[in-house]
T-cell receptor, first 114, second 111 residues
Framework: NAGVTQTPKFQVLKTGQSMTLQCAQD?????MYWYRQDPGMGLRLIYY???????DKGEVPNGYNVSRLNKREFSLRLESAAPSQTSVYFC?????????????FGQGTRLTVV | QKEVEQDPGPLSVPEGAIVSLNCTYS??????FMWYRQYSRKGPELLMY????GNKEDGRFTAQVDKSSKYISLFIRDSQPSDSATYLC???????????FGTGTRLQVFP
């Protein structure tokens, strides 16, 4: 019962460094999402993928890129990390092409950019 | 103005109390309304799901949607210390891939 698995769980980066957050789901879901969660801001959508081969921008896409590698995997890349990207990042997946059915979340990646 | 407004709390209640959590929203296109529960250092989990207006009950939890007032509520009866968590409301319109979250209300239930 793995569900949605994110790696790594914690990461500290220096300003300007790059990294990729990995996400994989084993529920055969079509749609996958990346959110960031900041105090007082709630969950904000960064990018989403309605199906394999497609990606779309969410509310806060600047500074990020994504890749839907296959149906299972959806990665988030920070090309040049900035302190403003310090946050908790959540990957989620859902069965249909929309978020109108249950979304399952991973455990989160705590990223600190110094 | 945010599309979804939610009081961040914290809300502190004694065990056994009835808890009321609320969200207001501005987008009249929202049709799907959800409540997620998030324990500390964990990902959110879906707690309740409602389509359009009305009430939905599941055990100690009741979700209400009043579309005319653009107001949704989650009631927790006989609250338990294990209910201590952050509760996030979320909503979306039909045929959209975007789920809009409130900021979350932190609830503490003390014995």
């Amino acid at each position: 019962n793995a569900g949605v698995t994110q790696t790594p769980k914690f990461q500290v980066l220096k300003t300007g460094q790059s990294m990729t957050l990995q996400c994989a789901q084993d529920m055969n879901h079509n749609s996958m999402y990346w959110y960031r969660q900041d105090p007082g801001m709630g969950l904000r959508l960064i990018y989403y993928s309605a199906s394999e081969g497609t990606t779309d921008k969410g509310e806060v896409p600047n500074g990020y890129n994504v890749s839907r590698l296959n149906k299972r995997e959806f990665s988030l890349r920070l090309e040049s990390a900035a302190p403003s990207q310090t946050s908790v990042y959540f990957c989620a997946s859902s069965r249909t092409g929309g978020m109108n059915t249950e979304a399952f979340f991973g455990q989160g990646t705590r990223l600190t950019v110094v | 103005q945010k599309e979804v407004e939610q009081d961040p709390g914290p809300l502190s209640v004694p065990e056994g109390a009835i808890v009321s959590l609320n969200c207001t929203y501005s987008n009249s296109a929202f049709q799907y309304f959800m409540w997620y529960r998030q324990y500390s250092r964990k990902g959110p989990e879906l707690l309740m799901y409602t389509y359009s207006s009305g009430n939905k009950e599941d055990g100690r939890f009741t979700a209400q949607v009043d579309k005319s007032s653009k107001y949704i509520s989650l009631f927790i009866r006989d609250s338990q210390p294990s209910d201590s968590a952050t509760y996030l409301c979320a909503m979306s319109a039909v045929n959209t891939d975007k789920l809009i979250f409130g900021t979350g209300t932190r609830l503490q239930v003390f014995p």
